[in-house]
């Protein structure tokens, strides 16, 4: 069965650092573009960063350039989330999943996802 665990969150302060893992099973790894989507209470899903297939080329939405960084290992089957200068708008749910590189949307496999929680 296809599956993308995301793990990794928790509580931080304001500036501090968490790396998220998103763990990869049932699929051909390295032939899959893998996004990190978040979600906090009342707000819509918003398409984080993500990393290309072969090329691992990556993108940043525009709130988080600078501060993290995405990252893929490929015989570990795992993407990475490295989250530095965290603030509290970066609170809520991660997670990780196939994306559809021209709609920026996910598919396929979605699971329950990383809680963040950043204290001020």
């Known amino acids: 069965d296809v599956q993308l665990q995301a793990s990794g969150g928790g509580l931080v302060q304001a500036g501090g650092s968490l790396r998220l893992s998103c763990e990869a099973s049932g699929f051909i790894f390295n032939e899959h573009a893998i996004g990190w989507f978040r979600q906090a209470p009342g707000k819509e899903r918003e398409g984080v960063s993500c990393v290309r297939d072969r090329t691992d080329l990556t993108y940043y939405t525009d709130s988080v350039k600078g501060r993290f960084t995405v990252s893929r290992d490929n015989i570990k089957k795992t993407v990475y989330l490295q989250m530095n200068s965290l603030k509290p708008e970066d609170a809520a749910v991660y997670h990780c999943?196939?994306?559809?590189?021209?709609?920026?949307?996910?598919?396929?496999?979605w699971g329950q996802g990383t809680l963040v929680t950043v204290s001020s």
């Open positions: 999943s196939f994306i559809d590189l021209k709609s920026g949307r996910p598919y396929g496999y």
